[in-house]
């Protein structure tokens, strides 16, 4: 029985062994295809003067959604001096907005994230030792943001900075200093609309899945981070099609876009994503999701004070 047992369990090695080989020559195969797919799209994208929205531009390879294009096309229009990106929370970096930068275009890059699994998947993927790639495992913070970006000895200009970290995004952006990205693009809350300037309070130990277990709770709204954007010397340009992203270029090189209003360029999320009290998705879709978080604390900027999210607009 031992002899039978371990011939099995040889032959049950081999297969999943070829199994796991064909799964990894596949999705090589999907990649290379993938990126050949984008530079017919990117040379159409450069010969575009105008366009009516980023969604125009829009494809993915790498990015959760359509902001692989529309980098693409941000870029055909404006010099970078520096190639150099920071990305923001990102997970284990095998959908994000600036992979297709790193390996398609060969910038330098900087990735962020808090989750410690995440970051050592990073380092045994073959593009950590192919690319300029510096991955760090930190939780990030107001008071440690700057700090981080300096260790990799990465400042002032740069080319692209990405933040989504479901939370702090508002208040991590107001923090950086250490560098003076060209394009930023910027995680807003659908659920939080497009009528007023709001985000959630700072807290350095936000986690959204703890805030509220509906996983509504997060983030600022469009205005807020346009209002932000506008000080910190940035012109808003667009959301991507889906309402997730909101992208900004630098004042001094944003003359070859159409800047927009918050209300212009709002795009509301379709995505149903909101969690009952039992950690089941309960669909709530629309203005109902607000109705969900409506209770809870809400930083409003045009105010500065905070005050439950059902008053917003009640004065």
Not at 62 to 73: L, N, P, R, V
Not at 209 to 225: D, I, K, R, V
Request: net charge negative.
């Amino acid at each position: 029985m031992k002899m039978l047992k371990k011939i099995i369990d040889n032959f049950r090695g081999f297969l999943l062994g070829e199994f796991s080989y064909k799964v990894d020559v596949t999705l090589k195969n999907t990649e290379v295809n993938s990126l050949l797919l984008a530079k017919l799209h990117m040379q159409k994208i450069k010969e575009q003067s105008n366009i009516n929205s980023l969604k125009d531009v829009e494809f993915k390879v790498f990015s959760q959604w359509g902001e692989d294009g529309i980098i693409q096309y941000i870029l055909s229009k404006i010099p970078i001096e520096n190639e150099i990106f920071i990305e923001i929370g990102m997970e284990n970096y095998t959908e994000s907005n600036t992979r297709f930068l790193l390996i398609n275009d060969n910038w330098k890059g900087l990735i962020i994230d808090g989750n410690s699994k995440s970051i050592k998947y990073i380092k045994s993927d073959p593009i950590y030792w192919k690319h300029d790639l510096t991955a760090i495992c930190k939780f990030i913070t107001r008071e440690n943001i700057n700090d981080l970006i300096a260790s990799a000895g990465i400042s002032g200009d740069i080319g692209l900075l990405s933040i989504d970290i479901d939370g702090n995004d508002y208040w991590i952006w107001d923090a950086i200093t250490m560098v003076s990205p060209r394009i930023v693009i910027c995680e807003y809350n659908t659920v939080l609309g497009d009528d007023y300037a709001i985000t959630i309070p700072y807290d350095p130990h936000f986690i959204a899945t703890q805030a509220h277990y509906s996983g509504l709770y997060f983030g600022c709204s469009l205005p807020a981070l346009c209002k932000l954007a506008d000080a910190k010397g940035y012109d808003f340009i667009g959301s991507n099609s889906v309402g997730v992203n909101a992208f900004f270029v630098r004042k001094d090189l944003s003359q070859p876009f159409k800047v927009v209003t918050p209300q212009e360029g709002y795009i509301e999320g379709k995505f149903r994503i909101s969690k009952d009290k039992y950690g089941s998705l309960s669909y709530v879709s629309g203005r109902d999701r607000l109705g969900v978080i409506a209770d809870l604390k809400i930083y409003d900027l045009e105010l500065g004070a905070t005050r439950p999210l059902r008053e917003v607009g009640g004065d």
